[in-house]
């Protein structure tokens, strides 16, 4: 894990309000997981104050130059426009300078490759399974589910095709693929593939469906959580959730950004999803 000043190099609109930016990353191709996040800090101004957590998408080489130096490396996140930070990021051009930590916290556990898998991804919650889908030994017993309100929602999926990965499209509107949640369709894939192991990343009400149906079809589940997170690396405890058997007299938290952000469903304590994160907003 490393802090280190570096460039943007290119930071493009992919969908109304959804950015793909590609960063100078040396180390990152041999040393990220699937499922590993940065911390991203905006060099312009003082605020915001507090570094913004993003998983990583992918991590790649540049094309050499006809210098003789080696290749260089980078990484790509794909974000959302939500506040403050987001709003600044996405005005960020080719050379500009930012901070990155990472990479930190921990990834997917990629399993045995005879198993069949099934990515669960909502919104956002896409980027971080396109790393893990490109690292699956065997892509031709992986699907991917991609849901969102809309079709806006639903990015990169030719990138997700071109790995060779089977892939569902649902939005809530019916503006692209099935009309509907993706949950649904998780049901549906579950029946057909009942040993699958699943994975999901997205909205905690999504998580909270797939879970159930996972617990239902006795499938073994890791979900990545995006909590609010201020320090990335286990200082501040801000980004803690309840473990598996808390209870008031003996609590268990389970800090997201060192302990997470993948967790192993069993590891955590669902009830929690009833009481929404607090997010006082004061120190962002
Ligand atoms: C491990 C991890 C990986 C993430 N990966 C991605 C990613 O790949 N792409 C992406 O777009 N976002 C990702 N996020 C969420 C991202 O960090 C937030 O959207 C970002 O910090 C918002 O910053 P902001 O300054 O624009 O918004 P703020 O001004 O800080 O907040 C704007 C609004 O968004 C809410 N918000 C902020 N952070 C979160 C969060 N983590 N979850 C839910 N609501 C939040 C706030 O409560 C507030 O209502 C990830 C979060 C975590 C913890």
Redesign the pocket.
């Known amino acids: 894990m490393k802090n280190y000043k570096t460039i943007v190099l290119s930071n493009q609109e992919i969908s109304p309000g ?1 950015y793909r930016m590609q960063i100078l990353a040396p180390g990152y191709d041999a040393q990220a997981r699937a499922g590993q ?1 940065v911390m991203f800090r905006v060099q312009r101004s003082l605020p ?1 104050l ?1 570094r ?6 992918r991590t790649g080489f540049l094309a050499p130059d006809c210098d003789g130096m080696p290749p260089k490396e980078f990484i790509e ?13 996405q005005d960020l051009h080719q050379g500009d300078q930012i901070e990155l930590l990472g990479p ?2 921990r990834g997917f556990d990629l399993g045995a490759p005879d198993e069949d898998k099934i990515l669960v991804g909502g919104g ?2 896409l ?2 399974l396109y790393m893990l889908a490109e690292k699956l030994d065997n892509k031709a017993r992986s699907r991917l589910l991609m849901g969102g309100r809309t079709r806006d929602d639903i990015i990169t999926v030719t990138e997700f095709e071109r790995l060779g990965v089977e892939t569902y499209v649902s939005t809530e509107d019916g503006s692209l693929g099935e009309e509907g949640l993706v949950t649904q369709v998780l049901e549906r894939k579950l029946q057909k593939y009942p040993q699958a192991t699943v994975y999901a ?1 997205g ?2 009400p999504m998580l909270d469906a797939v879970q159930r149906i996972c617990a239902n079809h006795k499938a073994p589940l890791q979900v ?6 201020a320090c ?1 690396v286990g200082a501040c405890l801000g ?1 803690v959730v309840k473990g598996a058997g808390h209870s008031e007299e003996t609590p268990r938290y389970l800090c ?2 060192k302990q ?2 993948v967790f192993n469903a069993e590891e955590l304590d669902w009830r929690q999803l009833d009481e929404p ?1 607090q ?1 006082c ?1 004061g120190c ?1």
């Not at 913004?52 to 998408?57: L, V």
């Not at 996140?77 to 990021?89: P, Q």
């Not at 990545?224 to 997170?229: G, I, Q, T, Y």
């Open positions: 959804y996040f915001p507090l913004r957590p993003f998983g990583i998408f996140i794909v974000y959302k426009v939500v506040g403050l930070g987001t709003e600044i990021m930190l916290g956002i919650g980027v971080p990343c909205p905690m990545s959580l995006e909590a609010l997170m990335g980004c997201t950004c997470g952000p994160q997010d907003g962002r």
